[in-house]
T-cell receptor, first 111, second 115 residues
Framework: DQQVKQNSPSLSVQEGRISILNCDYTNSMFDYFLWYKKYPAEGPTFLIS?????DKNEDGRFTVFLNKSAKHLSLHIVPSQPGDSAVYFCAASQGTYKYIFGTGTRLKVLA | DAGVIQSPRHEVTEMGQEVTLRCKPISGHDYLFWYRQTMMRGLELLIY????????DSGMPEDRFSAKMPNASFSTLKIQPSEPRDSAVYFC?????????????FGEGSRLTVL
């Protein structure tokens, strides 16, 4: 039973345009959410986080939006760059360090 | 400062053999996690430790898997006997350093292939 779902296995975007990666969760008790980026043959690296008391968090080109009523979060990358091509994982936790990860979305930014 | 260190990076073994994966967490972190990455299930949490004590091992697939953390700077994940369906990338991560905001720091992973 997947508590965190990323329903789009892949996404292609033109360089300079916006990339929107989506994530849905089923457990309404989740209160902290993370996005990770993963390049081939490397470990995932932390990108951005958001607490359930917020609905938006921004860091440079990256913005995460949280819609608690819909149990949905999204990651916006603007503008997208070829170096952003990677697999993106969302993760959620309920008050602890026990993070549940989604299956990932492979983003390809076309030059 | 060194990150999370995992060994081996690659392991190829035959079905039935014992496999031991190793992890050195970031110094000062008191949480350690073992994850497995597969295409179908993404990153699955297998087990995590707090202050060297296993807290939740509900993700360990079956009794063939075991994990230990004898001290704050070392952990092992053992599979005995290994099976082809265990083939995956296994990641170790640590967290919980003072002043940090809760994210996990991952190692580069150990790619296991069981023939």
């Amino acid at each position: 039973d997947q508590q965190v779902k990323q329903n789009s296995p892949s996404l292609s975007v033109q360089e300079g345009r916006i990339s929107i990666l989506n994530c849905d969760y089923t457990n309404s008790m989740f209160d902290y959410f993370l996005w990770y980026k993963k390049y081939p043959a490397e470990g995932p690296t932390f990108l951005i986080s958001i607490s359930s008391i917020k609905d938006k968090n921004e860091d440079g080109r990256f913005t995460v939006f949280l819609n608690k009523s819909a149990k949905h979060l999204s990651l916006h990358i603007v503008p997208s760059q070829p170096g952003d091509s990677a697999v993106y994982f969302c993760a959620a936790s309920q008050g602890t360090y026990k993070y549940i990860f989604g299956t990932g979305t492979r983003l390809k930014v076309l030059a | 400062d060194a990150g999370v260190i995992q060994s081996p990076r690659h392991e190829v073994t035959e079905m039935g053999q014992e496999v031991t994966l190793r992890c050195k967490p970031i110094s000062g972190h008191d949480y350690l996690f073992w994850y497995r990455q597969t295409m179908m299930r993404g990153l699955e949490l297998l087990i995590y430790f707090n202050n060297n004590v296993p807290i939740d091992d509900s993700g360990m697939p079956e009794d063939r898997f075991s994990a230990k953390m004898p001290n704050a700077s070392f952990s092992t994940l053992k599979i005995q006997p290994s099976e082809p369906r265990d083939s995956a990338v296994y990641f170790c991560a640590s967290s919980g350093g003072q002043g940090e905001t809760g994210e996990l720091f991952f190692g580069e992973g150990s790619r296991l292939t069981v023939l």
